[in-house]
């Protein structure tokens, strides 16, 4: 069962089990995390479960689709780490995976 | 069981399920001042989810009136053009102000972005200190004990107050703001008729003029967080007032959008604790539940019902053939209803689970950007609220606004009651 690390902005950190094949937003919104606001419920369509991916992890995540991009385009703090949570898929692979979670969700 | 929060006085319409299902058409605005376009979307999201309605402000249209379809329509742009018409009727071809939610990428995304700072996280967290102070100034201001409006006194101020500091507008002329939002809204377009479309026009026209002057003086000026300065300012849009309509069309879009939403979901706050004391008490006992209960107002009055789309293409969806050109109508009013989606829908529950889980800002590239400063701005108005009052009481049935497109109120009569030392 993959684990997955949420670091707070202010350094606080999470360690949730994950179940393979859930989304680490679903993860993040299933344990009450607050930060990840998920208004869209994972649909790709809201924007507001922004993350960014460790950058040891990054090569390990599948790229992101032209829709994710276009959400994300209008996130506040977008750079090259920056990620839909709702659009990672975990697998065992991604077994400690860290993401850390912004100052605000737009 | 009646939904006594929609209970209003006004001209009825007939109910629903006496009329032909192929003959139902919901863009009536008289529906929505009564609250029986309730009727009419439970109706269709049992019998027709997906309905054809020949019948409309300017000709047939869709009604998608279940969540997850809804969902569907506002995330595929590239089916679902917003190019020109963002609401039912199709708007006049030799007065058509554009912006940026009535086109699609790459003009959208470029105008979007250029304004986008003014109401990004981070400048909320800034406008919540000002607007902290200046609502409860106005909250002051309020008579006790004697019947006052809510609408113009407190949810028509905080929002026009709110919007001339997003634009940094002359603070002394800040109320030709909602004049001019106003004058967007009433059109035969949304089954509005309180005005004729030349005066609207004309009206419009000095809203155009009044801004011409204050784009050139910020243009002039050093780069600041207002709308007009970061337009003015962005490489990508500070060619914006060479193309009038365009400017106009800008200008509208953040004027309505910061006017209506924010203004009848501060009254709608009212009219629903006044409707469903237990909320109240529950509220008064438990101040940490205002923003929970700020998602669950702007969902249970969704200001606006709908946004359009039209077809770029033909496409089978929910079992109907869409052809290419049709109209598609998004009634986020029924999706945050639908009950599939939403457990007891037609209950205001301010503790509600996934409370921000709604339709009200729309999805995909579209939704609203000024979500942010929506929700701080009511939350604040609550929270002041609870500091200094026991009680805000309805003393008649506020009036409503005749619309398919603008839930709202145009009055609300109430007095107050001071919090016991």
Redesign the interface.
């Known amino acids: 069962m993959p684990k997955v690390n949420f670091i707070e902005p202010d350094g606080t950190e999470h360690c949730f089990d994950a179940v393979p094949g859930t989304s680490v937003m679903s993860v993040a919104f299933d344990n009450g995390l607050p930060g990840i606001d998920a208004d869209c419920g994972g649909m790709c369509a809201c924007g507001t479960c922004h993350v960014y991916v460790d950058k040891d992890w990054m090569g390990w995540i599948a790229a992101s689709t032209e829709e994710e991009q276009q959400m994300l385009a209008f996130a506040e703090g977008v750079e090259e780490r920056s990620r839909l949570s709702c659009q990672i898929t975990l697998t065992d692979q991604l077994d400690g995976l860290r993401v850390y979670i912004p100052e605000s969700q737009h | 069981m009646d939904n006594l929060t929609d209970v209003n006085s006004g001209e009825r319409l007939p109910d629903p399920w006496t009329l032909p299902l192929a003959t139902l058409d919901p863009s009536d605005g008289r529906l929505f001042q009564t609250g029986q376009h309730h009727d009419y979307f439970r109706r269709l999201r049992q019998e027709d989810p997906v309905h054809w309605s020949p019948t409309g402000p300017t000709g047939g249209y869709w009604s998608i009136t279940k969540y997850h379809d809804i ?1 569907a329509v ?2 595929n742009h590239k089916v679902f053009s917003s190019d020109k018409h963002i609401i039912i009727g199709d708007q006049p071809v030799d007065f058509l102000p554009t912006n940026f939610i009535a086109k699609d ?1 790459p003009v959208h ?1 470029v105008q ?2 250029a304004a ?1 700072p003014a109401v ?3 400048r ?2 800034e406008l919540e200190v000002i607007m902290r102070g200046r609502i409860g100034a106005v909250l002051d201001s309020l008579p006790v004990g004697e019947p006052f409006d809510w609408v113009d006194k407190v949810s028509i101020e905080l929002t026009t107050q709110m919007l001339a500091t997003l634009f940094d507008f002359p603070w002394e002329d800040r109320r030709l703001l909602p004049y001019w939002s106003d004058a967007v809204t009433s059109t035969e377009l949304v089954g509005n008729s309180n005005l004729s479309e030349e005066a609207r026009e004309k009206i419009l026209m000095e809203c155009l003029v009044y801004f011409q002057e204050l784009w050139v003086q910020r243009a002039a000026e050093p780069p600041k967080f207002d709308f007009i300065s970061l337009l003015a300012h962005n490489p990508d849009t500070k060619d914006m007032i060479q193309d009038p309509m365009d400017f106009l069309g800008n200008l509208i879009l953040l004027i309505v959008g910061g006017n209506d939403t924010s203004r009848n979901s501060m009254s709608g706050g009212v009219y629903f604790l006044n409707r469903n004391p237990g909320e109240f008490a529950k509220l008064k006992q438990d101040p940490s539940l205002v923003p929970n209960m700020v998602s669950e107002i702007i969902r249970y009055q969704t200001p606006l019902a709908h946004m359009r789309r039209t077809a770029l293409e033909d496409i089978e969806f929910g079992g109907k053939l869409i052809k290419r050109g049709d109209r598609v109508v998004m009634w986020y009013t029924s999706g945050n209803r639908d009950e599939e989606v939403i457990v007891d829908p037609d209950r205001f529950w301010i503790d509600r689970p ?1 409370a ?2 709604h339709l009200s ?1 729309g ?3 579209h ?1 609203c ?1 000024g979500n ?1 400063v929506a929700e701080m701005q009511i939350r604040v108005l609550w929270e002041e609220f609870l500091k200094r009052f026991s009680d805000v009481t309805l003393v008649s049935e506020p009036r409503r606004v005749q619309s398919n497109f603008v839930l709202g109120y145009e009055t609300m009569p109430v007095v107050l009651t001071k919090l016991e030392a």
Do not use: L, S
């Open positions: 969902m506002d995330r990428p995304d979007r972005k986008n990004a996280p981070t909320v967290r996934n921000r889980q800002f999805f995909g590239i939704r950007m942010r």
